[in-house]
């Protein structure tokens, strides 16, 4: 029964093509993690609840402990491994470490994948409760307000939380 359940299935993850052998009730984040051995991708509660878990699915955010891995088959996934090029780290990398944005650093993979989601879902025009119209389609205004409400799936049990509001403050502004 379980062989029957088992298959391969090509996950494109950080810009390569990589051929897993799943049970296909694994999940993204089982995947990453056990099969590809990208274990930067954090699993807290494996529940959908901490955003530990954050990637980029087709450039959107995602928890991964939710989403099987047979559903991203095919889908661009980038992982906290891709956010650096050619060496250099990204700029939210950079300010996280500028404004002590972490402190255990368990949360911070999933930190950092959810502020580059949302830095793009606020130049989309997406808005949030934080916002004063949430009919509007005009890039949003990110204040603090504003980057607490977006990043608020993503917990800190350090309470690094004011270091990581100036870090994404600072990238959203330029
Ligand atoms: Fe996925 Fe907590 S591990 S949300
Ligand atoms: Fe420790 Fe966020 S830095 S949980």
Same mark, same amino acid.
């Given at each position: 029964m379980t062989d029957q359940l088992r298959g391969d299935v090509v996950l494109r993850v950080n810009g390569a093509d990589r051929v897993v052998n799943l049970d296909n009730r694994v999940t993204l984040l089982d995947a990453l @993690?056990?099969? %590809? @051995? %990208?274990? #930067?991708t954090k699993k807290g509660c494996d529940h959908g609840q901490c955003g530990a878990c954050t990637v980029l699915v087709d450039g959107q955010r995602a928890n991964s402990c939710l989403l099987l891995a047979v559903a991203a088959g095919g889908r661009e996934v980038t992982t906290?491994?891709? %956010?650096?090029?050619g060496g250099d780290l990204h700029a939210l990398q950079r300010a996280f470490i500028a404004h002590d944005g972490?402190?255990? #650093?368990?949360c911070t993979p999933g930190q950092l994948c959810s502020a580059l989601g949302m830095l793009a879902e606020a130049e989309e025009g997406l808005?949030?409760?934080? #916002? +004063? +119209? %949430?009919d509007s389609v005009a890039p949003a205004d990110l204040d603090d307000d504003e980057i607490r409400e977006r990043m608020s799936g993503n917990l800190c049990r350090c309470g690094a939380y004011a270091g990581i509001v100036a870090a994404v403050r600072e990238v959203a502004r330029g």
């Open positions: @993690r056990e099969h %590809l @051995r %990208l274990t #930067g906290v491994e891709g %956010l650096a090029a972490f402190q255990c #650093g368990y808005p949030s409760w934080a #916002g +004063d +119209d %949430l």
